[in-house]
């Protein structure tokens, strides 16, 4: 397989494009369109070097892809839509595939998103289950919230200390949807959403767009600080970890890794790198305490770690491992469909040196995990 570059990304500004108090009126295929062109000017690309397209929108329904696609131009090229939660991971893992096969040389990737206001339809799940509540989102965090702080004697204000490090890393990214910081008592102050978790412990809906060209290095219009990707690793549910399919598989009795850790695995394999090689990452965390857990499930701290490593600076903007350094979902906002992307161009953006006030010194190779309802997680490396 040939290695695989990233050309060039493009990104609409999260945030809410509902018309209302004084807000524009947008909808995702719009939002998309700008994120491509914005990608192909990065690129220094025209429409016509783009052989295939690969993208999704969660809540838009059926060729979300092809209605991103139609703003730039309809040329004939073959555009796949993903439909799953977070999307473009899935996209962007099938966009790396067909160029390291040689099949395509240059590929688009494409995720857009406006979302409605409240409660999220997990549509991963059955009618049935969702008719029962077990689709409340928040509700299920919590859940495990509870299960970790019993396990490894985290506190509220452990949770509160993620949201404070990614709202401060949102003021700094003008595309983020939040630009202010926050302390832990406003955290711990704000409204309960389901115990024990507060307003700026959940992340806020939120539409926008982001797009990624892959290619194959020769058609690269430059070669200066080349952005590779060294694994994409996408891996599904197994039995005992979670809710899906129709079955309530959660239980105590089957010990399985869940698709995260299953993941992450195969992803250090795959790519040749560990996690004490990551220089920067990229974690899932629409709830601030779901940071905690996957940086443990990723392999980058022990079990119970995480909330000791936040207290003390650890992945902080200089400190010893960056983390979402762009306001991660908390700071940012979670346009489902885009989130995955968004990620990426983070990881990308740094390798680049193009971060701006977030920039980490010397940052040579990223590390994105993405994931959703499925449920699924995709699991990025990048290098330079």
């Known amino acids: 397989m ?18 209302k108090k004084g807000r524009p009126r947008k909808l995702y295929p719009e939002l998309g369109g700008e994120a491509i062109a914005k990608a192909l000017r990065y690129a220094d690309m025209e429409w016509k070097e783009i052989e295939a397209a690969f993208g999704g929108t ?9 209605q991103c696609v139609e703003r730039v131009g309809l040329t004939g090229i073959p555009i796949v839509n993903v439909y799953s939660g977070h999307s473009s991971e899935a996209a962007l893992r099938l966009a790396y595939t067909r160029v390291a096969l040689g099949v395509h040389d240059v590929v688009l990737v494409v995720g857009a998103e ?3 206001p409240g409660l999220l339809d997990n549509q991963a799940m059955p009618a049935w289950m969702r008719m029962m509540g077990l689709d409340v989102l928040p509700a299920e965090a919590a859940c495990t919230a509870v299960r970790y702080m019993e396990d490894y004697g985290a506190t509220v204000d452990d949770f509160a200390r993620v949201s404070v490090m990614e709202r401060k890393s949102a003021k700094l990214n003008p595309n983020a949807m939040f630009q202010q910081e926050v302390t832990i008592e406003e955290v711990l102050r704000s409204r309960m959403i389901s115990s024990p978790l507060n307003l700026l412990m959940t992340c806020a809906n939120a539409d926008g767009a982001a797009a990624v060209i892959v290619c194959s ?3 690269l219009k430059s070669k200066n600080k080349t952005v590779a990707i060294a694994s994409v690793v996408q891996t599904s549910a197994t039995y005992g970890t979670s809710l899906s399919g129709g079955s309530v598989s959660v239980t105590t009795k089957v010990i ?5 850790e299953l993941a992450a695995k195969q992803t250090w394999e795959a790519s040749g790198y560990g996690p004490e090689d990551m220089d920067v990452i990229q974690i899932h965390d629409p709830f601030s305490p779901a940071f905690l857990w996957n940086v443990e499930k990723c392999g980058f701290c022990k079990r119970g770690e995480a909330p000791r490593l936040v207290k003390e600076g650890y992945f902080e903007r200089g400190g010893k491992l960056p983390a979402n350094t762009d306001g991660g979902i908390i700071g940012r906002g979670h346009p489902t469909a885009a989130t995955g992307l968004v990620q990426i161009a983070e990881i990308f953006y740094q390798l680049r040196e193009e971060a701006g006030p ?5 940052a040579k190779v990223g590390f994105a995990q993405g994931g959703g309802a499925g449920p ?3 699991l990025t490396v990048l290098k330079r």
């Open 358 to 362: 977030r920039q980490v010194a010397g």
């Open 2 to 19: 040939r290695e695989v570059a990233i050309a060039g990304i493009g990104l609409a500004k999260f945030g809410r494009y509902d018309g």
């Open 217 to 219: 290095k020769d058609k």
């Open 376 to 378: 699924q997680a995709v």
């Open 256 to 260: 399985n890794p869940d698709c995260v």
């Open 114 to 116: 406006t979302l409605p």
């Open 58 to 66: 969660y809540y838009g329904g059926l060729g979300g892809t092809h």
